[in-house]
């Protein structure tokens, strides 16, 4: 059974992106997904996303639920009945919202893990970090710019923009089964943060990246973007996928 239609707006969306070494990606990945490059190098992060007025579509707003959430991301591509797809594979969710928690795999995709939101956002500034029910962390400093980081493997903020708005199809794991969702937004703008403090549990776990595979690559923002999220086929996860 497909997840059913959610709409509701994001109503702020923080993307860390760090450059990953391919073959630390592909030690980490399951079967179907293989690491999307841009050039030679794998994007994997995290996204820090508010949402509100969240329902399923055809309720009014006033029924929608509002929360602070993570996903953990990288870029793949598979192949599904002959054709190549592109889109993220989303090893954990996380969220304040213990309904999300609850839901998960039902109105929502894939197993949400329950944790603690901390957020301190004024006049262009960002504080924001989260701990899990199971000790994953994240915590993240920054402010906008407009300054493009000149190690990024992107060559400016267009292309990194194109990169995430065509990479819009994510799937979680949730069991014996990948749950699909596309993300379908009604506006797409995106502008640059400059980050002063980043620490993420997951990144800097060494039995997954070992030293010298992962590097911090950029920072987006987007905000007040109104959207629906549109459930897909399951792809069963098969003994390779383990």
Not at 29 to 44: D, E, H, R, S, T
Not at 125 to 143: C, G, H
Not at 151 to 175: A, Q
Request: overall charge neutral.
């Amino acid at each position: 059974m497909k997840i059913p239609k959610i709409k509701g707006v994001i109503d702020r969306r923080i993307l860390i992106n760090y450059q990953v070494d391919r073959e630390a990606l592909e030690n980490f990945l399951p079967y179907p997904f293989k690491p999307k490059l841009v050039n030679g190098k794998g994007i994997a992060g995290i996204c820090l996303i508010r949402l509100k007025e969240i329902r399923p579509k055809g309720l009014p707003k006033q029924f929608g639920i509002s929360s602070e959430n993570g996903a953990h991301r990288i870029a793949v591509e598979w192949t599904e009945n002959g054709e190549l797809k592109e889109g993220v594979f989303i090893p954990r969710r996380d969220t304040s919202s213990r309904l999300n928690s609850l839901a998960g795999g039902t109105i929502f995709p894939g197993i949400h893990h329950l944790a603690a939101f901390t957020v301190h956002e004024s006049d262009g500034n960002y504080n924001v970090s989260f701990l899990s029910d199971d000790k994953t962390s994240l915590s993240i400093i920054a402010k906008e710019t407009k300054k493009w980081n000149s190690d990024s493997v992107f060559e400016n903020l267009e292309c990194v923009s194109k990169f995430f708005e065509n990479g819009s199809i994510g799937y979680s794991p949730d069991r014996n089964y990948f749950e699909g969702l596309e993300l379908k937004a009604y506006n797409w703008n995106v502008s640059l943060l400059e980050v002063e403090h980043i620490e993420s549990s997951f990144f800097d776990d060494k039995s997954i990246f070992p030293d010298g595979s992962v590097k911090f690559d950029n920072a987006l923002l987007m905000k007040d973007i109104e959207h629906e999220w549109i459930g897909l086929d399951k792809i069963k996860a098969t003994k390779n996928s383990i």
